[in-house]
């Protein structure tokens, strides 16, 4: 079949278009078809669903808080309802499955223990945020109500002070946000992940939060660490205090936070106690880690783990080792398993729509100008409602001049329909108002009930004076919200949970290296098996087994912290450690280096080089009769990488490679018969792992370097006559390292 011509035009998706009464085939491009099928479900995802809002709630939240809240479950007096009849009402609001529904109003509550400030009172078993095995029971079993602390989230929600929008079937209508009176954005956490973006959100402590809000309002440059001290976590534990860290949180929205446990030492038992646990991770995450850690021996100093975690609260039961220290060990736990986490803050929240990334500082002023929308609005629905209130009482007052002219119009009017219009010509009132008066019983048609009603005409023009004067002045707008705020923090402020520790008092100097030492016998074959072998292990063994036709290339002596550099003929090499094998016997094969390090397809060990210091020098002889002498430490690494690219140069085939720790004598062959010996100290080291080197030696036309050896000292006589002891000439100036020093062959 032909190929079809290339016309350059983007590729294009083809597709039927199902428009009714047509059956067209429309070409698009593939990225548009994906942008218009995707985007929507993206946005829909980050708006809709992940990412919380101003008021501190995704959308899944505020439909269960305000069901729970219709269905009067805020009232005091009324009992917990069942779970499961809460999760059917959000079903009017929230068409996902009941299990959704059900495990987001499990956060909610205070069983949980994931709040800092639950929001919904529960019975039962509603599970444990810090741990992965504590689920929580059926929803029929359960009850819930809402805390006494939902009245601010719910205050003056029904004065006109958010906007409401209809359900996903258009029954009903519920709230965009709730008019929270204090930043519940900022009290408890929320995390959430979006298409592209996430969403983590700390807590704080509500009292410092409220705090820091006042002080913003009063003073846009407030310094927010000075009121606001740190995150504060439901399950309490220990904070690493670093003001640069949480000044970076404050402003920018992002960093990290470090978490630390709580744990007492039980001396009777020798039993370190752990009762708080970072919020970031679980007692399974922990046992398991610990237990890890024992089992391939790195944590010699533990005997017995075991979660002790009852109805008193959280407790995982560590058991030492006698003769433990219990602080050095705490050392080694922080630095080795979960005890010590770090919490990533990202604070991306929805503000119109519109998901941002903010500070502390940005967080509470777009707060503060939603509550002040909220204040607005509901000052205005009050000034309307009195407003309507002072226009009837106005009626009864003119009324009050003449009541038996009022009985009397309506005593004379024949038809129903005309009391109305009688009323407004004869009193020279409004519809509305005569409509009030008409409706009045004939019973508080009398000077005395007239009276006592318009007693409030000049209450209420003086309240209606007061909510304008408010309206107008953004000042007394921001003296209600902190009115409010006071009074939020007197009222649910709590103590802190989570305390602070501070660099000063971290670990001390503890040599937290769990590496066994012991001398070991490294063996390498040309195969690439690798074998560590303890010297009494080796004393105990026969003979080495081998893989067929295989040898052994190298033998040293080593011990089992020593760091090893494997060099491959592909100018690569791999770093590891002596620890990182497993003790091995004579009477097996070993590892295979290629798959436990991870060569590439067709790549094979030159050389392995063990160290613990990094000196001494690599001296690599390439086929063109060029030496490059590489110090050592250009392989060491501060990060722990495991694999380093152009180890060596590549212009060149190479020879053979030796590691030096001294300068010592080399004898140096060509393919042609010629010999030279030369002392590595008269090759200058270069600064480049991939140098080309010096010309060393002198090749004849199509003579090459054949071979390339270390002369041990016992034999330096045997070859003298092939010395050479000075540089009689200078090559051409090498680009990466400087002057290339050039030696003859004799």
């Known amino acids: 079949m032909a190929r079809k011509k290339n016309t350059g035009k983007p590729a294009v998706f083809r597709h039927e278009a199902y428009i009714e009464g047509s059956g067209s085939v429309v070409d698009e491009k593939i990225s548009d078809t994906l942008k218009k099928n995707y985007m929507p479900y993206a946005m829909s995802v980050i708006i809709s669903r992940a990412l919380p809002e101003i008021d501190g709630f995704k959308p899944s939240h505020r439909k269960i808080l305000y069901m729970m809240y219709k269905r009067g479950l805020l009232n005091p007096e009324r009992e917990r309802s069942k779970s499961a009849n809460v999760v059917g009402?959000?079903?009017?609001?929230?068409?996902?499955?009941?299990?959704?529904?059900?495990?987001?109003?499990?956060?909610?509550?205070?069983?949980?223990?994931?709040?800092?400030?639950?929001?919904?009172?529960?019975?039962?078993?509603?599970?444990?945020?810090?741990?992965?095995?504590?689920?929580?029971?059926?929803?029929?079993?359960?009850e819930v109500k809402l805390e006494k602390i939902c009245n601010e989230l719910f205050r003056d929600i029904d004065r006109e002070t958010v906007d409401f929008v209809p359900n996903y079937d258009n029954t009903m209508q519920e709230p965009t946000l709730l008019p929270a009176t204090f930043p519940t954005v900022l009290v408890n956490s929320n995390t959430g992940i979006a298409v592209s973006m996430a969403s983590n959100v700390c807590p704080f402590n509500l009292a410092e939060i409220c705090e820091t809000t006042i002080a913003l309002m009063k003073n846009p440059e407030h310094d927010i660490i000075k009121t606001l001290k740190g995150p504060?976590?439901?399950?309490?534990?220990?904070?690493?205090?670093?003001?640069?860290?949480?000044?970076?949180?404050?402003?920018?929205?992002?960093?990290?936070?470090?978490?630390?446990?709580?744990?007492?030492?039980?001396?009777?038992?020798?039993?370190?106690?752990?009762?708080?646990?970072?919020?970031t991770t679980t007692i399974e995450a922990i046992i398991s880690k610990v237990a890890e850690l024992v089992k391939s021996g790195k944590l010699r100093e533990v005997s017995y783990i075991r979660d002790e975690t009852g109805i008193d609260g959280l407790k995982i039961a560590i058991d030492l080792k006698r003769g433990t220290d219990p602080e050095k060990l705490m050392q080694k736990l922080?630095?080795?398993?979960?005890?010590?986490?770090?919490?990533?803050?990202?604070?991306?929240?929805?503000?119109?729509?519109?998901?941002?990334?903010?500070?502390?500082?940005?967080?509470?002023?777009?707060?503060?100008?939603?509550?002040?929308?909220?204040?607005?609005?509901?000052?205005?629905?009050?000034?309307?409602?009195?407003?309507?209130?002072?226009?009837?009482?106005?009626?009864?007052?003119?009324?009050?001049?003449?009541?038996?002219?009022?009985?009397?119009?309506i005593r004379g009017t024949e038809n129903e329909d005309e009391v109305v219009p009688n009323l407004m010509a004869g009193f020279g009132i409004d519809e509305v108002q005569a409509e009030y008066v008409a409706e009045i019983k004939l019973r508080n048609i009398n000077r005395q009930y007239i009276l006592r009603r318009i007693e409030d005409v000049d209450v209420l023009r003086n309240e209606i004076a007061e909510l304008e004067e408010i309206l107008g002045d953004r000042n007394k707008i921001r003296r209600v919200i902190i009115g409010e705020l006071k009074k939020v923090a007197?009222?649910?402020?709590?103590?802190?949970?989570?305390?602070?520790?501070?660099?000063?008092?971290?670990?001390?100097?503890?040599?937290?290296?769990?590496?066994?030492?012991?001398?070991?016998?490294?063996?390498?074959?040309?195969?690439?098996?690798?074998?560590?072998?303890?010297?009494?292990?080796?004393?105990?063994?026969?003979?080495?087994?081998?893989?067929?036709?295989?040898?052994?290339?190298?033998?040293?002596?080593?011990?089992?912290?020593?760091?090893?550099?494997?060099?491959?003929?592909?100018?690569?090499?791999?770093?590891?450690?002596?620890?990182?094998?497993?003790?091995?016997?004579?009477?097996?094969?070993?590892?295979?280096?290629?798959?436990?390090?991870?060569?590439d397809e067709g790549e094979s060990?030159?050389?392995?080089?063990?160290?613990?210091?990094?000196?001494?020098?690599?001296?690599?002889?390439?086929?063109?009769?060029?030496?490059?002498?590489?110090?050592?430490?250009?392989?060491a690494t501060k990060t722990n990488r495991r694999k380093l690219t152009k180890a060596f140069s590549e212009k060149s085939v190479l020879i053979s490679a030796v590691f030096v720790a001294g300068d010592t004598d080399v004898l140096l062959r060509t393919s042609?018969?010629?010999?030279?010996?030369?002392?590595?100290?008269?090759?200058?080291?270069?600064?480049?792992?991939?140098?080309?080197?010096?010309?060393?030696?002198?090749?004849?036309?199509?003579?090459?370097?054949?071979?390339?050896?270390?002369?041990p000292e016992e034999k330096a006589n045997e070859f003298e006559k092939y010395r050479v002891s000075t540089v009689p000439s200078a090559g051409k100036p090498e680009k990466d390292t400087g002057e290339a020093n050039q030696l003859t062959f004799v």
């Not at 009017?92 to 009172?121: C, F, M, S, W």
């Not at 929240?349 to 941002?356: D, E, H, M, N, R």
Request: hydrophobic residues 35%; aromatic residues 12%.
């Open 89 to 142: 009402e959000t079903m009017k609001l929230n068409p996902h499955g009941d299990q959704a529904i059900y495990e987001t109003l499990v956060r909610l509550t205070r069983g949980n223990e994931a709040l800092l400030h639950p929001y919904v009172d529960s019975k039962g078993n509603f599970g444990k945020q810090y741990s992965s095995r504590m689920r929580a029971a059926a929803s029929r079993y359960t």
């Open 232 to 279: 504060d976590f439901p399950g309490g534990g220990f904070l690493l205090y670093d003001e640069d860290e949480l000044n970076k949180v404050y402003e920018t929205g992002r960093g990290s936070i470090k978490l630390r446990c709580k744990y007492i030492y039980d001396k009777p038992s020798n039993c370190l106690e752990i009762t708080e646990i970072p919020y």
């Open 334 to 409: 922080y630095r080795l398993t979960p005890l010590q986490d770090s919490y990533p803050c990202n604070f991306n929240i929805l503000i119109a729509g519109t998901p941002k990334v903010m500070g502390v500082r940005e967080i509470l002023s777009e707060w503060t100008a939603f509550r002040e929308e909220c204040v607005k609005r509901r000052t205005y629905f009050d000034l309307h409602r009195k407003k309507e209130k002072l226009h009837l009482l106005e009626a009864l007052a003119k009324i009050l001049l003449d009541i038996d002219k009022a009985v009397n119009i």
């Open 490 to 599: 007197k009222t649910y402020g709590k103590p802190r949970k989570t305390q602070f520790y501070y660099k000063s008092d971290e670990e001390e100097s503890v040599d937290i290296d769990d590496t066994p030492d012991y001398p070991v016998n490294i063996f390498v074959t040309d195969s690439g098996y690798f074998k560590k072998i303890t010297p009494q292990s080796l004393r105990m063994s026969g003979e080495q087994k081998l893989k067929e036709g295989d040898y052994i290339r190298q033998i040293i002596e080593a011990t089992n912290k020593t760091e090893l550099i494997f060099f491959t003929d592909k100018a690569q090499a791999y770093k590891s450690k002596a620890s990182s094998f497993d003790d091995s016997k004579a009477s097996i094969m070993g590892d295979y280096l290629p798959a436990k390090l991870g060569f």
């Open 605 to 635: 060990l030159k050389i392995l080089v063990p160290t613990t210091d990094y000196s001494g020098y690599m001296i690599f002889f390439f086929e063109n009769g060029k030496v490059a002498k590489i110090p050592l430490d250009s392989y």
């Open 672 to 711: 042609d018969g010629h010999a030279l010996v030369c002392n590595t100290g008269m090759i200058l080291p270069k600064s480049t792992r991939d140098s080309q080197g010096v010309q060393v030696i002198s090749l004849r036309r199509n003579a090459v370097l054949e071979s390339a050896e270390v002369i």
